[in-house]
Each structure stands twice: as C-alpha cells, then as structure tokens.
C-alpha cells in the first residue's frame, strides 16, 4: 500500500511444479502506476508447471514394447515424454506433421457409414471397434463441418458388417436435439461423403510407438516408447492442475490492477472436461 516503485521478483532457472493454483487478488498488484512484476532472471528460463512427473516404469508387454508405471492417480488427457507431447492411443493412428515440426503428429480419419438420427447414434465399420474391449471408455472425435466434436461412447451394437456407435450423455442429447446439428454428409462434400473421425482411449489402440493409455479404474498408465527413448531414465510428465495461475479481484471495483509476469515458461495444464460430458464446438 505504500509502494512508491515497481516491485520486481526474479525467478531463477529450475522447474517449478506446482501443487495447487497460485491464487493473486486484488492485495497483490501493484498501485498508483507502479507494478508488481514476476521475472525470468537474465539470461535464464524458469519453467512452472503444472504436471506431476511419472516414474517406476516396467515393461509390460515386451513383445510389443509396451511399459507400465503403477499407482498414477488423477485424470489427464496429454502426456509428454522428455518434452514432446506424446499420444494418446488412436484409431487410425496418428500420422507425421513434419511441417510443424519435428516430432508433432496430425490425426488421421476414417468415416462414418450413416447417421442415425432417429436412434440418435452413428453407423461405422465392424472391423473399426472389433477388437476393442472397453468401449464404454472410448471417444470419437467427429468432424462436423469446420468443427471438432468430442463424444464418448457408451456402446456399441454390432449388426454384420456394421457397428453402431451409441454416445453417451448429456452429449448425445445435446448433438441430436440441437437446432442446426449438420450431421450426415460432409460440409460441401462433392459428390457427397459422410463426415470423418477417428476413436480414441482404449488399450486395444495402442500399437504405435509414441502412444500411451491410462486406465483410471486400475490407476495404470502404458506407454509405447518412441525410437530411442529410453523409459529408465525418460522424462514423463502428466498435466494435474487445470488452472496454474489465477489472478481474479473480488468485484468490478476490487480488480487487480499493475501485475506483470515476463519471461517465464508455464506447461502441463490439465483440460478435462471431455471426459465429464463430452465437447460440442457450435461453429
């Protein structure tokens, strides 16, 4: 309250991790044009992060490569192994995004048979779910239009040749029910195509290096490393807050005010709503 200067903390080099959110109000920024200011130190870069660091892994499956690390609590949806985001297990797998840098990935699509609206569900492919065991844990992420759409899944019904594909709630009512869903044939899709997606979340996905699967129910995550990674001595990182910083006064005439943060590094935030009640984007 008496400050007649700017008030600056320095950060050193290290990692800072995080074990709840860092909350600042309106007793924290600075007053009458001088800041509070949080700064890397010169020449240095701090890493605060909100992730949990995974270790005690074992092979699991050595025919296949696959490792494990018992006892992980929590829900995340990322993963990054010794710094690069890694994935989580697909269908169809991932593919290469070189442009975007070494080391990223693109998804890649297949595409839904039918839509049934009427049964409020979506015709695939058999041989896209045969061999998976815990449908009730997989999501499709559906491409509408220009937008992504996250949906878990709740069943699947097989009939010959073909799976229907039953979303869960609150979801499927929301998809189905809403005004303008534009489900069924592709966005300007000529001549006409159903619209794509691809599956996720399931052990029996993972069968390409760089993907992982976590199951919550047994609080055991698996792990296909990647050429070269060495899982004795990698560097595995969860996200576990989904909110590092909050900086949040008490009103519209309580607001924090003259508060900077320069040059530091945040990582490893949690998002997990999809995995509570699904995402529709409304494009």
Avoid at 43 to 58: K, S, V
Avoid at 63 to 90: P, S, T
Avoid at 97 to 111: L, W
Avoid at 152 to 162: H, Q, S
Wanted: proline fraction near 4%.
């Amino acid at each position: 309250g008496t400050m007649t200067g700017d008030i600056v903390v320095y950060l050193r080099e290290g990692t800072y991790q995080l074990n709840s959110t860092v909350n600042f109000d309106e007793r924290d920024g600075g007053k009458d044009g001088h800041y509070v200011r949080y700064k890397a130190y010169k020449g240095e870069m701090p890493l605060i992060t909100g992730g949990m660091p995974i270790t005690g892994w074992t092979i699991h499956d050595e025919a296949n490569n696959i490792w494990k690390a018992e006892g992980v609590e929590g829900r995340f949806r990322q993963l990054y192994v010794n710094g690069k985001k890694a994935v989580r297990a697909c269908f169809p797998n991932a593919i290469a995004s070189d442009e975007k840098g070494a080391g990223t990935f693109d998804h890649d699509f297949v595409r839904l048979s039918k839509v049934d609206s009427s049964g409020r569900a979506f015709d695939v492919s058999a041989e896209y779910i045969k061999n998976i065991k815990n449908i009730e844990d997989v999501e499709i992420h559906l491409m509408i239009a220009w937008a992504e759409s996250i949906l878990r899944l709740e069943k699947a019904e097989l009939n010959g040749g073909t799976a229907k594909l039953i979303p869960k709630d609150p979801e499927r009512t929301k998809l189905f029910h809403r005004a303008y869903p534009m489900l069924g044939t592709a966005f300007t899709s000529n001549p006409p195509r159903q619209q794509v997606f691809y599956l996720e979340n399931s052990y029996d996905l993972l069968d390409a290096a760089g993907e992982w699967y976590l199951d919550e129910k047994n609080q055991t995550l698996y792990y296909k490393p990647r050429s070269g990674e060495n899982m004795g001595s990698a560097n595995v990182v969860a996200p576990r807050l989904n909110t590092m910083f909050s900086v949040l006064g008490k009103d519209t005439k309580n607001k924090v005010g003259y508060m900077s943060f320069e040059g530091l590094i945040f990582a490893h935030s949690n998002y997990t709503r999809p995995s509570g009640d699904g995402v529709l984007v409304l494009a």
